[in-house]
């Protein structure tokens, strides 16, 4: 059937409104930004660097850093978290591989890992799409705490805050 009406700009295919209470798309210019107060503190010598937080569909995106040696507690994820490290380099105790610059890392869902950054490492920075909770545990799999995209946003709203950006500055990350 052929269409009634052509694309006004034939190299932009798709050109339907965007539905009424669709919020605008997010471009992170500087997504390793220079400007440490946008990095929030999530543990001792960790760092996360909020991406996209959205809370519609309970998943975020940030960057994570680690400088010098650095463990991320002992957790795992009931939905699929996927990673990209964009420099330095680590590994996760429970398994004999390790993630370099350039490397994708797939963690399926249920699987126990604590990320571990080694001495030698002066920084570590990996981006990750975690869907769903990142639930701690104690080396025989008890409940520790947990973190998920609310607990994210109130984390950056407090930081944005503490250190002069406003709690708001959280919401353009917001979906």
Not at 115 to 129: A, H, K, S
Request: proline letters at 10%; a negative charge; aromatic letters at 14%.
């Amino acid at each position: 059937m052929p269409l009634e009406k052509t694309d006004a700009e034939p190299l932009t295919p798709y050109q339907y409104p965007n539905p009424p209470n669709a919020l605008p798309e997010i471009v992170v210019p500087q997504a390793i930004p220079t400007d440490e107060r946008l990095w929030v503190p999530q543990a001792e010598n960790v760092w996360f660097r909020p991406l996209c937080l959205n809370a519609s569909q309970g998943y975020w995106m940030n960057l994570l850093r680690v400088r010098k040696s650095g463990v991320l507690s002992r957790h795992r994820h009931p939905q699929a978290v996927h990673g990209f490290v964009l420099k330095g380099r680590w590994k996760y105790l429970e398994h004999d591989w390790e993630a370099v610059e350039g490397s994708y890392v797939f963690e399926p869902p249920g699987e126990t890992h604590t990320l571990y950054v080694p001495p030698d490492v002066e920084e570590m920075i990996t981006y990750f799409q975690v869907n769903g909770v990142m639930y701690y545990t104690d080396p025989y799999g008890k409940g520790m705490g947990y973190e998920d995209v609310f607990t994210k946003i109130e984390m950056c709203r407090k930081h944005f805050e503490a250190v002069g950006l406003g709690a708001d500055y959280t919401d353009q990350f917001i979906r």
